[in-house]
């Protein structure tokens, strides 16, 4: 069982920029797409950002698009967001994600019924 630990987050004015990282334990990271998820008080968690275990896909929510950048570095067992022109609404706690073992190349699940190991968060916190 992998285990992941986010660090990162913060305190930031809209418009500033925050990096997120996830340290992820065990053998397994570099074979599985990972993936950032967030939840804000009353809201269901959602997705944010994916990538494959090859760094070949990204996939990003329609509200980051553009401003979010995902990376990964297998060699490091570390996963990144690049969070730039924050914005109020993306006040949140934040949570990375192991998806499953074996998928294809590009293989990035949005679904979070699909991701087997999850850290334990950091908050995210934009001041307007």
């Known amino acids: 069982q992998v285990q992941l630990v986010e660090s990162g987050g913060g305190l930031v004015q809209a418009g500033g920029s925050l990096r997120l990282s996830c340290a992820a334990s065990g053998r397994t990271f570099s074979s599985a797409p990972m993936g950032w998820f967030r939840q804000a008080p009353g809201k269901e968690r959602e997705f944010v950002a994916g990538i494959s275990w090859s760094s070949s896909r990204t996939d990003y929510a329609d509200s980051v698009n553009g401003r979010f950048t995902i990376s990964r570095d297998n060699a490091k067992n570390t996963m990144y967001l690049q969070m730039n022109s924050l914005k109020p609404e993306d006040t949140a706690v934040y949570y990375c994600?192991?998806?499953?073992?074996?998928?294809?190349?590009?293989?990035?699940?949005?679904?979070?019924?699909?991701?087997?190991?999850w850290g334990q968060g950091t908050q995210v916190t934009v001041s307007s």
């Open positions: 994600a192991k998806g499953p073992l074996f998928r294809g190349r590009g293989y990035v699940p949005r679904s979070v019924h699909e991701y087997d190991s």
